[in-house]
């Protein structure tokens, strides 16, 4: 019975996220994470789910707009974070994080992997907890590889205090189809061959690497991104989501072996 509970359960997930997509959709969300060891793939499609609750202050969590000429460092993640401030609402005074204009995906990335490896394994709550974080942090792993979630949006404000208008149209004319993209792919033999062969050996210890291995995946997303634009605003050729999708899951399974 749970068996096939289960997979109702994840079947109604994935036409949830098939019909309302962002990022990678849902189909390659799962992916990722299946790939990666994760018990439950599906659930790494939640944050999208969670997200809508409060559109303005989670949104962020799930991109960052880099100028297109961005080179990502450890130094660069900490510029862009939350901040505390205090809002007066119907006489009350409430304390909020306020995200980075720009986005704050490597950031949370990060501060993720932080919770994770505080926690104390052995109280069961914890590994309750454990799983909630893993598979959020599954989902903006997922996020960082695309490459329309690290370049400028519409007429958003991006990274550097700029507004470009001409990429961010093309980030919101082309950002579902690229969310889509990777989709035609799973499943297929070949497929499954090239991401095993493109599948990286990352190392993990602290902070410090995670935050290398971030500001990788974001540049290859950029320049991924920059290529697309500026090659008559093309959608992304085959090599380019075998490269992205693989560095995903090898940041993944590295987490998991760090913070487990």
């Keep these: 019975m749970r068996v096939i509970k289960f997979k109702i359960f994840s079947m109604l997930l994935i036409l949830i996220f098939f019909s309302h997509s962002y990022a990678w959709d849902c189909k390659t969300h799962a992916y990722i994470a299946k790939k990666a060891g994760i018990k439950i793939p599906e659930a790494a499609c939640m944050p999208d789910i969670i997200r809508d609750e409060n559109y303005e202050l989670l949104a962020p969590m799930h991109y960052h707009n880099a100028a297109p000429d961005t080179v990502v460092t450890p130094e ?138 971030i500001s990788r995946i974001a540049n290859s997303a950029i320049k991924i991104a920059n290529h697309c634009y500026k090659e008559d605003k093309r959608m992304p050729k085959e090599e380019e989501l075998i490269e992205q999708i693989s560095w995903s899951i090898s940041l993944l399974k590295a987490l998991i072996k760090s913070t487990y």
């Design 76 to 213: 660069y993640i900490d510029k862009y974070s939350v901040k505390e401030v205090i809002v007066n609402a119907d006489g009350r005074a409430v304390k909020i994080l306020l995200p980075h204009q720009s986005g704050v995906l490597y950031w949370k990335i990060v501060n993720l992997y932080e919770k994770m490896k505080s926690l104390d394994k052995t109280k069961p709550d914890n590994l309750l907890a454990y799983e909630y974080y893993l598979v959020t942090t599954a989902h903006y792993i997922g996020d960082l590889s695309q490459p329309l979630h690290n370049f400028p949006y519409g007429e958003s404000v991006a990274s550097d205090g700029k507004i470009y208008i001409d990429e961010g149209n093309f980030n919101r004319e082309f950002h579902i189809k690229f969310d889509e993209a990777f989709d035609s792919y799973i499943g297929k033999p070949e497929t499954e061959e090239k991401i095993n062969k493109a599948l990286k050996t990352i190392n993990i210890t602290n902070t410090e690497d995670l935050k290398n291995e």
